[in-house]
């Protein structure tokens, strides 16, 4: 019964729209309407400023951390654990208070990571912070980080089906940039 309820907990705190909800209370700003029209810390940041795309960020990857730190103190099981992360992570990509038309899922993804295999998560932020550094595209980092990051839970995890989730989440994360890659390809 905790289970269930942590995961239905997960995917309406996912579901939250920070970046959305920062943009009108802080500037009176709809950020779905200005750059890449994703209400994701990139966008805000490029929209509103350092700032917000700060506080976005640390908001989007707390809803996916703090779900599963409580499922893991409730639970005592890293892989049930998971499981609510990708409630949290599923909430983000499809939140139930936008008509499920929601973001790519980067941050909370990492947030998810971090407890459920945390040298997976340590692995794709450098990874993702180089491209960034050599390709000055966000975008592009966060696609190869999450190729990398299921192949090394695969290997790092204690559990593989963990990094089965994990590749789950990440497939889902590369599907939702399908416009960002079709914009690499044209060099955009």
């Known amino acids: 019964m905790t289970f269930f309820f942590l995961v239905?907990?997960?995917y309406f705190v996912g579901a939250i729209p920070f970046g959305l909800l920062f943009g009108q209370i802080f500037a009176d700003v709809d950020v779905r309407e200005f750059g890449s029209g994703n209400f994701g810390a990139t966008n805000v940041n490029r929209v509103l400023g350092r700032k917000l795309g700060a506080f976005t960020l640390m908001a989007d990857v707390l809803k996916g951390l703090l779900p599963v730190l409580?499922?893991?103190i409730l639970l005592q099981d890293n892989l049930q654990a998971a499981w609510v992360?990708?409630?949290?992570f599923i909430g983000h990509i499809f939140p139930i208070y936008l008509r499920f038309s929601g973001g790519k899922g980067v941050a909370t993804?990492?947030?998810v990571i971090l407890p459920t295999a945390f040298w997976s998560g340590?692995?794709?932020l450098v990874v993702w912070v180089l491209v960034v550094r050599i390709s000055k595209v966000s975008a592009l980092g966060a696609l190869v980080a999450s190729i990398t990051i299921p192949i090394t839970a695969y290997f790092l995890a204690d559990d593989w089906r963990v990094a089965m989730i994990?590749?789950?989440m990440m497939i889902l994360v590369?599907?939702?940039h399908k416009e960002n890659i079709e914009r690499l390809k044209v060099g955009t």
Request: hydrophobic share 70%; charged share 5%.
């Open 8 to 10: 239905a907990f997960a």
């Open 70 to 72: 409580l499922a893991q």
């Open 85 to 88: 992360g990708a409630a949290a």
């Open 109 to 111: 993804a990492f947030g």
């Open 122 to 124: 340590v692995i794709g």
């Open 166 to 168: 994990l590749l789950g």
């Open 174 to 176: 590369v599907y939702r």
